[in-house]
């Protein structure tokens, strides 16, 4: 039998990034004021962060953020925080606006601090607000990626990522994050991942996204934090 790494037992380690606060979620502005929604991106992140951390296969988890209470609740649950989103790991593409290239600039280099750290290691770029994630959806996508090389999760509008697996060792996570990011990863020579995966696939932007995701059934944490904003998703069985 083979004595390959590949047959070792998986271990994968999660990047997961955060903008600053003030800037995140603003297409959800006609629905919440600026302080609703940082609490609610908040409550996103402690959900999401919860559920791949209970993956067995998971040996770490880290954060790559400038923002100082996103990563005061990462360190409170465990996360490792990659604070400097400085150092710029690849060329400017024209696709990219000044903010997207430095989140994947930011991911590329965290990718590479990890691997430099955790030898033999499978890394993953997951986003940060996926509220109905559910910890088998996770560790099947996990078992799929780790198929080979490089892959993604394109979520459920067909246009994003909702994760990006870097399975191989000598294969760079190579982020590309962004509006229509699924294309760019595809063309880039990611391969897509088949599954029946609703909550990994449902990362939220816009209201209808959050609708989506309450209908597949939220965490904890963010089904308090809509409590406490009493938003409800409107009915879908009414008559017209």
């Known amino acids: 039998m083979s004595t390959a790494t590949r047959s070792v037992a998986p271990r994968a380690h999660v990047l997961v990034a955060v903008k600053e606060l003030h800037a995140a979620k603003t297409r959800l502005s006609g629905v919440f004021d600026t302080d609703d929604r940082t609490g609610l991106v908040l409550s996103m992140l402690r959900d999401t962060l ?26 409170s649950v465990g996360a490792h925080v990659y604070a400097d989103p400085a150092p710029v790991a690849a060329e400017s593409r024209p696709e990219e606006s000044g903010t997207e290239h430095g989140l994947n600039a930011a991911l590329a280099a965290a990718a590479e601090h990890v691997r430099r750290n955790e030898s033999g290691v499978d890394v993953v770029a997951l986003q940060a607000d996926l509220p109905s994630l559910r910890g ?16 993604v999760v394109v979520d459920h509008h067909g246009t994003g990522t909702a994760a990006l697996f870097s ?26 991942l088949d599954g ?22 939220v965490g904890p944490a963010t089904r308090a934090a809509l409590d406490a904003l009493e938003h409800t998703p409107p009915s879908r069985c009414g008559n017209e």
């Open 50 to 75: 919860a559920v791949v951390s209970d993956v067995a296969t998971v040996v770490g988890v880290t954060v790559v953020t400038p923002d100082p209470a996103v990563a005061r609740l990462a360190r």
């Open 136 to 151: 088998g959806e996770f560790g099947e996508a996990l078992a799929a990626a780790r198929t080979g090389g490089r892959s």
């Open 167 to 192: 399975c191989d060792p000598a294969i760079p996570l190579d982020p590309r994050f962004g509006p229509g990011s699924a294309r760019r990863h595809l063309d880039s020579g990611a391969r897509p």
């Open 196 to 217: 029946y995966w609703p909550g990994l696939r449902t990362d939220v932007d816009t209201a209808d996204d959050l609708d989506a995701a309450q209908a597949l059934g």
